[in-house]
């Protein structure tokens, strides 16, 4: 029997040892954390036969055949280093569920836009009647669909550069790349780098669809790309490549290979970077031959994404909204643009690399104040006084932030309060969505009525 060794104990490790199992693999996860949830976990999944190691990391020996890692564990670690020497299969989960899953894909990568992107295709997938699960980033693990009985028609998946990384044969149908800024650069070293990891799924896909707004993807240009279907929401005279196969918005129309597809302004969700997400949703369910009308009414029904620009309540005239997604600079910086000014702006968590002026210049035009939490509060605040933007205060967590942020609003007459943090969340959180789900209590339940 062959034996196989995964990474990580979270959904998509657990999801990769059941496939495994089921197709005759001996199996043993380790994870290094040892939590009361995991060790729950341990005893379940004895009872199917799939042996867990908790409190240590993977040590790699010459009798296992195949190592499957899960996305946040970094590709370079020793461990893994050390078995591609020994000649052991190293993949990441999202290849496993490429070698078992026959459906054709969509894969959408890039560094923000990907989850509004993949909620948005799912969407009109779903509405022309078709089975396309989301998966990856957002919704099942990838390898949770490859063992389900049912197989997908399509397979909506959202891919991060650590995905890409781990799996370098999965081929979809269809590949997006919808923005490229600077981040994780700490596992990447650069730009260059993170651009080619992301270009790879690209490069793997029969056509692509990019992002033609995205300063940095259209320095890439024509010479990488010739045969893309590029978007524009600025018009057809601002796309590059061919008009006939490219995807925009003219005179409130988007136009998707020369077809009217629907009115730009049936999407419910504010900003120009959610016309961009749009178009890119639009031009990929075109290219897979969806009915236009079922494109129409699945973008009119949608109701946007959690905890990107979510609408949590309005209160006395201000609404809370919650953007806990926003991890990096750039993202934090079209959040804050995208919103009614002046704001009330929440920020901060586990500090990441990048370039900060944009989002400080936004910050400066539209935020009557910002409460700063978690690690990166200290350095926000060096950050805004340099910038000589002085009303700030440090709240250190998110039950000082909310209902100091409504006594704000009502103070500065702020039209909303913005949780934006500009950071990752695991100094107080398990994830982005933990913190925006800590958010929304928070406005439901403390701010008063």
Known sequence: MPIAHIIGLGKSGISAARLLKREGWEVTLSDRSSSPNLLEQQQKLATEGIKVELGKSFEPTESIQLVVVSPGVPWD?????????????????MELAW???????????GTNGKTTTTALIAAIFAEAGLYAPACGNIGYAACELALAEKQPDWVIAEISSYQIESSPSVAPRIGILTTLTPDHLSRHKTLENYY???????KNSQLQVINGDDPCLRQQGLDNWPDACWTSIKGEKELLGNADFGAYIQDGWVIAQSEKILPADALRMVGEHNLQNLLMAVAAANLAGIDKSAIAQAIAKFPGVAHRLEHIRTWEGIDFINDSKATNYDAAQVGLASVSAPAILIAGGAPKEGEDGAWIDT???????????????GIFRDRLEKANYNTWEIVETMEKAVPRAAELAKQNNAKVVL????????????????????????CLETVSS
Do not use: M
Not at 101 to 108: D, E, N, R
């Open 99 to 109: 070698r078992y899953l026959k459906s054709p894909w969509v894969g959408i990568t």
């Open 196 to 202: 080619s990891i992301k270009a790879q799924l690209l």
């Open 77 to 93: 670690i020793p461990a893994l280093v050390t078995a591609r020497k020994l000649g052991i299969e190293t993949i990441g989960e």
């Open 419 to 442: 949780l934006s943090p500009a950071c990752a969340s695991f100094d107080q959180y398990q994830n982005f969505e933990q913190r925006g789900d800590h958010f929304r209590q928070l």
């Open 363 to 377: 910050i400066k035009a539209k935020a009557a104040a910002v409460l700063l939490i978690g690690d990166a509060a």
